[in-house]
């Protein structure tokens, strides 16, 4: 947090970071479309909301998740993260195990890839980034953990159909698959068939909610742009490996 608050507070202030993440908070909720265009990532306060705010939050998120599911990617593979953000997803859960695995990382925005690489380092964490779209899983040349937190209901219906069933073939092959999504039904309206074909292929489907323990920082931003986290809460679908 002191190194994320030593990046983004040199240049910004805490005003226009809030504002930021209202304007971000806002399009999460209501511009869902313009999202995967990059729309959400096209400022230097809402970078810095989307580091500073989502970025923790997703961290904690996930890291409650897979100590609740006792996830473990298979021995000795990376942790594949699918749309990886600032990387907080395949971080949290790679830092939950007693040897924290490679990372890899892709998303469509640079800005995004660049970011990761940074957590990653400052995590002590080993692992690459680079610019792809999820339709191109790369493809495995060990089994592995595939992480796809706060995504799949970014995509157009083409794109995640696609990704769903490269996900379905690599948990067939043994991979292990964790997908996090916001527990709004109205983002994720085909949630129940990715729930129902997890559960189909050994996995489960789980809403959690967990207290929020959030960092000074995080609630301070959290606060100012009026958003209120009691509880850290998701729906996570997970097919453990093979
Ligand atoms: C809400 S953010 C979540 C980021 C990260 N996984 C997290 O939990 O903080 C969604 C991410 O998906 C990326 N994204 C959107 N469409 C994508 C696509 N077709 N392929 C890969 N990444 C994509 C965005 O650039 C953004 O970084």
């Given at each position: 947090?002191?190194?994320?608050?030593?990046?983004?507070?040199?240049?910004?202030?805490?005003?226009?970071?809030?504002?930021?993440?209202?304007?971000l908070s806002s399009a999460y909720v209501e511009r869902r479309h313009a999202?995967?265009?990059?729309?959400?990532?096209?400022?230097?306060?809402?970078?810095?909301?989307?580091?500073?705010?989502?970025?923790?939050?997703?961290?904690?998120?996930?890291?409650?998740?897979?100590?609740?599911?006792?996830?473990?990617?298979?021995?000795?593979?990376?942790?594949?993260?699918?749309?990886?953000?600032?990387?907080?997803?395949?971080?949290?859960?790679?830092?939950?195990?007693?040897?924290?695995?490679?990372?890899?990382?892709?998303?469509?925005?640079?800005?995004?890839?660049?970011?990761?690489?940074?957590?990653?380092?400052?995590?002590?964490?080993?692992?690459?980034?680079?610019?792809?779209?999820?339709?191109?899983?790369?493809?495995?040349?060990?089994?592995?953990?595939?992480?796809?937190?706060?995504?799949?209901?970014?995509?157009?219906?083409?794109?995640?159909?696609?990704?769903?069933?490269?996900?379905?073939?690599?948990?067939?092959?043994?991979?292990?698959?964790?997908?996090?999504?916001?527990?709004?039904?109205?983002?994720?309206?085909?949630?129940?068939?990715?729930?129902?074909?997890?559960?189909?292929?050994?996995?489960?489907?789980?809403?959690?909610?967990?207290?929020?323990?959030?960092?000074?920082?995080?609630?301070?931003?959290?606060?100012?742009?009026?958003?209120?986290?009691?509880?850290?809460?998701?729906?996570?679908?997970?097919?453990?490996?093979?």
């Amino acid at each position: 947090m002191a190194a994320l608050e030593a990046r983004h507070l040199s240049d910004l202030r805490f005003p226009e970071v809030s504002r930021a993440l209202r304007a971000l908070s806002s399009a999460y909720v209501e511009r869902r479309h313009a999202l995967s265009r990059g729309a959400a990532l096209d400022g230097r306060g809402k970078r810095a909301a989307f580091a500073m705010f989502y970025g923790p939050l997703h961290f904690l998120t996930v890291a409650h998740v897979v100590r609740a599911l006792d996830a473990h990617p298979p021995a000795g593979g990376p942790i594949v993260d699918i749309g990886c953000g600032t990387g907080v997803c395949s971080a949290a859960w790679a830092l939950e195990q007693p040897v924290p695995p490679r990372l890899v990382g892709f998303d469509t925005n640079d800005y995004a890839v660049q970011e990761a690489r940074w957590t990653w380092t400052q995590l002590g964490l080993t692992g690459s980034a680079r610019k792809g779209d999820a339709t191109a899983l790369p493809p495995p040349t060990q089994r592995r953990a595939l992480v796809a937190g706060w995504v799949l209901n970014e995509l157009s219906e083409e794109t995640r159909a696609w990704t769903w069933a490269s996900l379905q073939r690599s948990a067939e092959a043994g991979d292990a698959v964790l997908i996090v999504e916001p527990i709004s039904r109205t983002v994720s309206p085909w949630w129940d068939d990715v729930a129902s074909a997890t559960i189909r292929l050994g996995g489960r489907a789980d809403e959690w909610r967990f207290p929020a323990d959030l960092p000074p920082l995080v609630a301070k931003l959290d606060h100012a742009a009026g958003l209120s986290h009691r509880e850290l809460t998701a729906r996570t679908c997970y097919i453990p490996p093979k």
